[in-house]
């Protein structure tokens, strides 16, 4: 069966492939290669100030042997995110963003829309309500253009009550709870990953978009459409928008 239309593509951290994840050098690389939807990760500082940034840990991207939960913000402002494992001297002046940041350039792009995961070690360490209150000041200007979104689905309703005008929730498996919570909860998109997401489209039916994420694979995109992913997330979004294009019939 051919997809009648092809799913939309999210910059998974922006463009991974081609530049340090999670930083705004990627996300404005990924909007100058026609990306409209682009996810991030967020963590929170020793002093509660959210950090775009996936891992807890510096070592990956920074190669420093730092905690951002444990650091003050003061001290991350000053850290190099360049990956230089992956990319030498490239993006040496690149710097770990606030929050903030990001909103500041989310403004500048009005029709971009960001997907915003609240990680689970900062959810741990601070406890949820520190870390929700964070996020929520933190995107309130941009919020119509914000998705908040996590694995934990705890943190999403008092993001609603504070705003969140739109919610993903992240899943691992497929339960009872789960779909009881699915349907308490009414998030607009549900998550999945892609090795998962058959299963989960067909136990998990109800108003939601369905979320797939990862592929670099345009042939693979297409197959995720026909099994009903309303949107895929890729590394390699801007080599990703033009080869689907080609792919389809």
Same mark, same amino acid.
């Given at each position: 069966? @051919?997809?009648?239309? &092809? ?9 991974? %492939? ?49 905690? &951002? ?9 000053? &850290?190099? @995110? ?9 993006? %040496? ?24 995961? &609240? ?14 209150? %964070? ?42 709870? @789960? ?23 067909? %136990? ?46």
């Amino acid at each position: 069966m @051919v997809p009648q239309t &092809i799913p939309t593509l999210v910059g998974h951290r922006g463009w991974p %492939a081609q530049y340090p994840e999670n930083t705004l050098e990627g996300f404005a690389a990924a909007v100058a290669a026609g990306a409209r939807w682009l996810e991030c990760d967020v963590q929170l500082s020793a002093d509660h100030v959210p950090f775009v940034c996936h891992d807890a840990s510096l070592q990956r991207t920074a190669g420093r042997d730092l905690d &951002i939960t444990a650091t003050p913000a003061r001290e991350l402002d000053a &850290i190099g @995110v360049g990956e230089p494992a992956r990319f030498g001297a490239r993006f %040496a002046a690149v710097r770990l963003a606030r929050l903030t940041a990001l909103a500041d350039w989310l403004k500048l792009q009005p029709g971009v829309t960001q997907f915003v995961e &609240i990680k689970r070690q900062s959810l741990r360490h601070h406890s949820m309500q520190p870390v929700v209150d %964070a996020v929520m000041a933190a995107l309130r200007p941009v919020l119509k253009q914000c998705v908040v979104i996590s694995f934990d689905h705890a943190c999403l309703e008092p993001a609603i009550q504070q705003g969140a005008a739109r919610i993903g929730w992240a899943l691992e498996t497929v339960s009872e709870q @789960v779909r009881h919570s699915a349907a308490e909860l009414r998030p607009d998109y549900l998550f999945t990953d892609e090795k998962l997401f058959a299963r989960m489209h067909t %136990a998990l039916p109800g108003p939601w978009k369905w979320i797939v994420y990862h592929t670099e694979d345009a042939a693979r995109v297409l197959q995720l459409a026909d099994q009903g992913a309303d949107m895929v997330e890729t590394n390699d979004i801007g080599t990703l928008l033009t080869d689907v294009h080609m792919h389809k019939p």
